[in-house]
């Protein structure tokens, strides 16, 4: 894409229809799309991590210590539990909101697309 700088340094695209528009958005929902990744890897990875009763009990010495212990450990494990869901759920979010970018880039060339075929017939 050909383009002269801008008072900021940037290329400015020639108005060719969609590409004119959607340059700046390509960053953007690259970025997304790659954290959207990231978030799906570690919820995985952090789920993986702790088994889902939470860590081994330890034995305290006295039947009473060790049901107190376990319950604690056991609060744990579900905590880590929902931990990682949350951040699966942010990586679905993200996945979302990229299609959302991406829909709104292509609308908005579709819309230059017509706003140019327009001007060059008339």
């Known amino acids: 894409m050909a383009g002269i700088p ?3 340094g940037r290329l400015s695209a020639q108005v060719t229809g969609q590409e004119a528009v959607t340059s700046g958005f390509q ?3 690259d970025g997304i799309r790659r954290a959207a990744g990231s978030f799906g890897t570690e919820s995985v990875t952090f789920w993986a991590i702790m088994p ?4 081994a009990p330890v034995s305290g ?3 009473e210590l060790d049901e107190a212990l376990a319950q604690v450990l056991g ?3 579900e905590q880590h539990i929902q931990l990682a869901a949350v951040i699966a759920g ?3 979010r993200l996945r979302e ?6 829909a709104a880039e292509e609308a908005a060339g579709r819309m230059v697309d017509r706003i140019l075929d327009r001007d ?3």
């Open 61 to 63: 010495g006295s039947p």
């Open 52 to 55: 889902p009763d939470g860590p």
């Open 90 to 92: 942010h990586g679905r």
């Open 75 to 77: 609060v744990i494990g």
């Open 27 to 29: 960053p953007v929902v």
């Open 120 to 122: 060059a017939s008339g």
């Open 6 to 8: 801008d008072e900021r």
């Open 97 to 102: 909101t990229g299609k959302h970018y991406r």
